[in-house]
């Protein structure tokens, strides 16, 4: 099978070894899977509690330590990985298993595929459901939106990303979605003058918070969300469109 790279990858007929490096497929994982996986990147926060190896981090796993485990299979993202370790451990012959996600429905193809035959099991009812709750169209007059992920420099949401999919379908439309870069450096002062009706702030991979972050859009009304109810692919998608409805409405 090829993975959404599009890279044709041999994974084994059984599955019963996985390495994630992906926090929101790690979740994903640990709650379908529990016994299967074996190594996860030291972002890896969900569940509450999961004991497996620490291979570091998203950006600079530790390669020989992922092979010490011998996983039938390591899961990664286009955007999340970096290929030159992806290629290493593909060099070293494991099976690496690419998603590719930038819109609610690529994750909902996406993670069908990856447990299908990445994962070599069905597709979990979390899932199913997770669809449903997305599958009903926002209500109420559309508001534009500016995210900020990061400061010193100051970072935005802009094109092709699963956040600002996630905010659309909400009725919120991000001003920067059509910016020829993903994550456009864009200081608070242009921000402010865009006029934006929410300054949307989540507290990953910045940890945005009600002292930190709000009091440089004087006039706008800033939100404070979740980073893992808005950039996360996996079971909190079932319960996170209530929280950030929530949240954007309050």
Do not use: Q
């Given at each position: 099978?090829?993975?959404?790279?599009?890279?044709?990858?041999?994974?084994?007929?059984?599955?019963?070894?996985?390495?994630?490096?992906?926090?929101?497929?790690?979740?994903?994982?640990?709650l379908?899977?529990?016994?299967?996986?074996?190594?996860?990147?030291?972002?890896?926060?969900?569940?509450?509690?999961?004991?497996?190896?620490?291979?570091?981090?998203?950006k600079?796993?530790?390669?020989?330590?992922?092979?010490?485990?011998?996983p039938?299979?390591?899961?990664?993202?286009?955007?999340?990985?970096?290929?030159?370790?992806?290629?290493?451990?593909?060099?070293?012959?494991?099976?690496?298993?690419?998603?590719?996600?930038?819109?609610?429905?690529?994750?909902?193809?996406?993670?069908?595929?990856?447990?299908?035959?990445?994962?070599?099991?069905?597709r979990?009812?979390?899932?199913?459901?997770?669809?449903?709750?997305?599958?009903?169209?926002?209500?109420?007059?559309?508001?534009?939106?500016?995210?900020?992920?990061?400061?010193?420099?100051?970072?935005?949401?802009?094109?092709?990303?699963?956040?600002?999919?996630?905010?659309?379908?909400?009725?919120?439309?991000?001003?920067?979605?059509?910016?020829?870069?993903?994550?456009?450096?864009?200081?608070?002062?242009e921000?402010?003058?865009?006029?934006?009706?929410?300054?949307?702030l989540?507290?990953?991979?910045?940890?945005?918070?009600?002292?930190?972050?709000?009091?440089?859009?004087?006039?706008?009304?800033?939100?404070?969300?979740?980073?893992?109810?808005?950039?996360?692919?996996?079971?909190?998608?079932?319960?996170?469109?209530?929280?950030?409805?929530?949240?954007?409405?309050?």
């Open positions: 099978m090829k993975d959404d790279a599009g890279v044709p990858v041999r994974v084994p007929e059984t599955v019963t070894r996985i390495v994630s490096l992906v926090p929101s497929l790690t979740e994903s994982v640990a379908t899977l529990p016994g299967a996986l074996v190594g996860a990147t030291d972002w890896c926060s969900h569940p509450a509690g999961l004991d497996v190896a620490r291979v570091r981090g998203t600079n796993p530790d390669l020989d330590a992922i092979g010490r485990l011998a039938d299979v390591v899961l990664a993202n286009a955007e999340e990985n970096r290929e030159p370790d992806l290629a290493a451990l593909r060099d070293a012959g494991l099976a690496v298993w690419v998603t590719r996600i930038e819109t609610l429905d690529e994750a909902f193809a996406s993670l069908d595929r990856m447990f299908r035959h990445a994962c070599r099991t069905a979990p009812a979390w899932l199913d459901r997770a669809e449903e709750v997305w599958r009903v169209p926002a209500g109420g007059p559309r508001r534009s939106a500016v995210i900020p992920i990061w400061r010193r420099p100051w970072m935005v949401v802009g094109r092709d990303t699963f956040t600002g999919d996630v905010l659309r379908r909400l009725g919120v439309d991000n001003l920067y979605a059509g910016h020829p870069d993903r994550y456009p450096k864009v200081p608070p002062a921000l402010v003058e865009r006029s934006p009706d929410l300054v949307v989540p507290d990953e991979p910045y940890a945005f918070t009600a002292t930190d972050g709000p009091e440089c859009f004087p006039g706008l009304r800033s939100v404070l969300v979740s980073g893992r109810d808005l950039t996360w692919y996996g079971p909190s998608l079932v319960e996170a469109r209530a929280r950030l409805e929530s949240a954007l409405a309050g």
